[in-house]
């Protein structure tokens, strides 16, 4: 029947010719009782002021939450198996779905969607559930007067799984002979069919696992069948399943969401935003005192360049400009040029290779070449040139059109300096 996170829970059912049921869920341990119940024809248009005051009727505080949904099988439900999509993906892909299984226009429809347990080769169990706009709007002003504001909106059968999975779930209508059944398929999803009143069953609020009847069960077996969907919201409101599903699920509007906690969450607004506020402050003298310093940093760094100033002046020009190229000739190297190393890359390589990329990078050269022919000898010349010194292979790839690609890396020099430089570092 699935897992309970709640204390209490307030299921609250109404349907077209004004009955409305209401029953209040507790829960100790792993058994769940029916503290309380009430029912009461309304009629068509007294609808709202019956609900209204529930709470009170059931004798329920404002910790308990409270899960409402129209009893008539009015909305339409199909059961999919989606891929594992992200949220976004997922909705355009179930609005793509919808609109083909769907007999009324989307864009006429509001309808929302809930992730079920049970995944099997990548793919997920989705519930879509969905509404014409003008029931929905319904449904709004059905629970417009409602004490304590509901926690969710939503079809009792759209509740099933993990709350009374694999089980067949019979919803009995009430403007005709008979009801609904909501079944498992052989694909393990679940299928409306349109059954006759079942005979001489067990009253199905006493046929679920786990769930003392308490006062329900001095009602007649009738009456009792009219309390199966509020005691299944009432289930739905126990477990943690709503909580997620209120991503998912269409929005309980503003003025109809509790108000339970709101002085809580205001006093945690307030507590934030003077947190922020002394934050912002500490920032502003951070940056205030980091700004003097930069400030006096500049004023040093002008009076520094004041001083070299001056003394550069006494320096005579042409001692400096001497000095100058004395520097630049000693930082000189001497090596071979660009368009040497090209012309002897070119003498050394043979008509069936090609160079695809080069790179100089202050004498150290990159170069990658093709070639259809896979037995080069290309890097014994190359060892061979005086002018390319430490000639090492990269990477040696052939791509599927059977062409070679061969990287290598070099240095431009001369051999006989090299030989020199290692002779005079030598012992």
């Known amino acids: 029947m699935g897992a309970f996170s709640n204390k209490s829970a307030i299921g609250l059912t109404w349907s077209a010719t004004g009955r409305c049921c209401g029953v209040l869920l507790r829960r100790k341990g792993d058994q769940v ?22 709470r009170s009727r059931l004798g329920a505080d404002g910790g308990a939450y409270l899960i409402a949904g129209n009893a008539d099988c009015r909305a339409g439900l199909v059961d999919l198996h989606m891929p594992a999509l992200p949220a976004a993906d997922l909705y355009n892909a179930l609005q793509f779905e919808l609109a083909r299984v769907s007999p009324v226009a989307v864009e006429k429809l509001v ?68 009801g609904f059944c909501f079944r498992m398929t052989e694909s393990g999803l679940r299928e409306m069919v349109f059954e006759p009143p079942p005979v001489d069953s067990e009253p199905a609020p006493l046929a679920i696992s786990g769930v003392e009847p308490g006062p329900l069960a001095e009602r007649p077996a009738e009456e009792q069948n009219d309390f199966l969907p509020a005691i299944l919201l009432a289930l739905y409101g126990l477990g943690h399943s709503w909580s997620h599903d209120r991503h ?24 934030a935003t003077v947190a922020v506020l002394f934050l912002a402050i500490g920032l502003g003298r951070e940056v205030s005192a980091a700004k003097t310093y930069y ?14 100033g001056q003394l550069r002046q006494g320096q005579e ?14 930082a000189k190297l001497d090596r071979p040029t660009l368009p ?32 259809a022919k896979h037995d080069l000898d ?35 020099g001369y051999k006989g300096q090299a030989q020199a430089a290692d002779v005079e570092e030598g012992p």
């Open 111 to 178: 309808w929302g969607y809930r992730l079920l347990d049970g995944e099997a080769g990548g793919r997920q169990r989705v519930r879509v559930a969905d509404l014409r706009e003008s029931e929905w709007a319904k449904w709004i002003e059905d629970l417009s007067g409602l004490e304590g504001g509901v926690d969710q909106i939503i079809p009792p059968p759209a509740v099933l799984d993990p709350l009374l999975s694999a089980q067949s779930v019979f919803f009995p209508a009430s403007e005709v002979a008979g």
């Open 378 to 412: 290309l890097l014994e010349k190359l060892e061979t040139s005086p002018i390319l010194l430490d000639v090492v292979p990269q990477s040696r790839v052939i791509d599927p059109k059977n062409v070679l690609t061969l990287r290598m890396q070099m240095y431009a």
């Open 33 to 54: 009782r029916v503290e309380s119940a009430w029912a009461e024809d309304a009629g068509g248009g007294a609808v709202s002021s019956a609900l209204a005051l529930v």
């Open 317 to 330: 020009s042409a001692e400096a400009i001497q000095t100058l190229r004395t520097e630049l000739k000693e």
């Open 248 to 271: 998912t699920w269409l929005p309980v509007p503003y003025e109809l969401r509790p108000r339970r906690h709101r002085y809580s969450r205001l006093i945690a607004y307030c507590l």
């Open 340 to 371: 040497e190393c090209l012309l002897e890359l070119t003498r050394l390589s043979d008509d069936e290779v090609w160079v695809r990329f080069l790179n100089w990078n202050d004498g150290k050269i990159e170069v990658e070449f093709s070639s």
């Open 295 to 308: 400030d006096a940093v500049r004023q040093e760094c002008a009076s520094l360049k004041t001083v070299i």
